[in-house]
């Protein structure tokens, strides 16, 4: 049950992240970068923030420190300060980070074994794998529709990636 669950959660993570794309390709590619009141200054800012999350809990699951993940954490935000990037490079890097992720989680690893991760600031969470992924999922579904909205600030539709939709598309 624990990878089996575990991909179907993080696969409905890869399609919720599609569709975001998928809408933002419909639309002109300046879109990304306007200046928006929301969580955000823009939602090339909520793409990175998303992007860079993801990969610290990833580098966190495969048993990085917080003080190597500080190290580490400036190339991962060197590859997407570059604000040129259009909606078709950031998916890019997005599906490289999926790859990385189905790899890591079909590795053989026991994802339901409650481990030990410590943080500098709030300590040690006790927490199996399987959590930390349903933790990457829910705060990126969170924001996901932070850039739902501010889609719908610069007057167009936002993108429909609830989970439900998923479980659709998969009939």
């Known amino acids: 049950m624990g990878l089996k669950m575990t991909m179907k959660t993080y696969e409905y993570h890869v399609w919720a992240n599609k569709k975001v794309f998928g809408r933002l390709r419909e639309l002109p590619d300046v879109l990304i970068h306007q200046p928006v009141q929301d969580v955000f200054p823009t939602i090339y800012a909520g793409l990175e ?4 999350f ?3 809990w990833l580098m966190v699951m495969k048993g990085s420190t917080m003080e190597e993940v500080q190290t580490v954490l400036p190339g991962v935000v060197a590859e ?3 604000s040129s990037l259009n ?3 950031l998916e890019f890097l997005f ?3 999926a790859s990385r992720y189905r790899e890591f ?3 053989g690893e026991d994802l339901l074994t409650v481990k030990q991760f410590h943080h500098p600031v709030y300590g040690v969470l006790h927490a199996s794998l399987f959590e930390l992924v349903q933790h990457v999922v829910n705060h990126d579904t ?3 529709g932070n850039i739902s909205s501010m ?3 610069l007057g167009h539709a936002g993108a429909a990636s609830d989970m439900v939709f998923y479980y659709y598309d998969l009939q």
């Not at 923030?49 to 860079?52: E, L």
């Open 49 to 52: 923030h998303i992007y860079m």
């Open 54 to 56: 993801d990969n610290v």
């Open 80 to 82: 997407t300060k570059n």
């Open 87 to 89: 909606v078709n490079e």
């Open 95 to 97: 599906e490289g980070l």
């Open 105 to 107: 989680l079909g590795s």
């Open 142 to 144: 969170y924001h996901r």
């Open 151 to 153: 889609i719908r600030q």
